[in-house]
């Protein structure tokens, strides 16, 4: 009976060894991964254009730059969110970057923009022509 289970064990080992296609590896890759027009800074995970290094150096010495890729705002709603952390929790005065980040944080992760269109649902339709069905 040993030697049964033995061989069932060996069997299912190499079965699961022949199946196994390190391009479905590929598949299991996040998101940010995939998008293969858009090149992802290794680092942080976010977006890597000329404005990276100020939102690296801006925006991830208190937290996680998670937070960023968590979140799409427009323009105004990130503005809305560095006040929020200014208010609460001693972020500083941007000062000058806060253009560049802002740029950044609108061209990349805004809710129609960047990542964010290939990545999650399409706004809703505007002008919907409605018919009847007969
Ligand atoms: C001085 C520290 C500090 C810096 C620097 C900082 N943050 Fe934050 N941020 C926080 C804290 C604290 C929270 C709240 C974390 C929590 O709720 O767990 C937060 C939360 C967030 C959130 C989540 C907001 C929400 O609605 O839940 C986002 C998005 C965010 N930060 C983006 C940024 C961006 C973009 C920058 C760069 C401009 C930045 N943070 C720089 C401290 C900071």
């Not at 100020?54 to 968590?70: E, G, N």
Request: hydrophobic share 40%.
């Amino acid at each position: 009976m040993k030697f049964i289970t033995a061989i069932f064990f060996v069997g299912c080992v190499l079965v699961g060894l022949v199946s196994f296609r390190p391009s479905q590896l590929n598949r299991m890759a996040p998101i940010s991964a995939r998008a293969d027009t858009v090149k992802i800074d290794k680092e942080t995970g976010l977006i890597d254009d000329s404005n990276l290094m100020m939102v690296k150096s801006q925006c991830t010495a208190c937290h996680s730059s998670k937070l960023i890729l968590q979140h799409r705002f427009t323009r105004a709603g990130w503005v809305e969110r560095i006040r929020w952390m200014q208010k609460y929790h001693k972020l500083w005065d941007l000062g000058e970057s806060e253009k560049v980040v802002l740029d950044y944080l609108e061209k990349n992760y805004g809710p129609q923009t960047g990542e964010s269109r290939a990545a999650f649902r399409r706004a809703p339709l505007k002008k919907v022509e409605w018919y009847k069905l007969n």
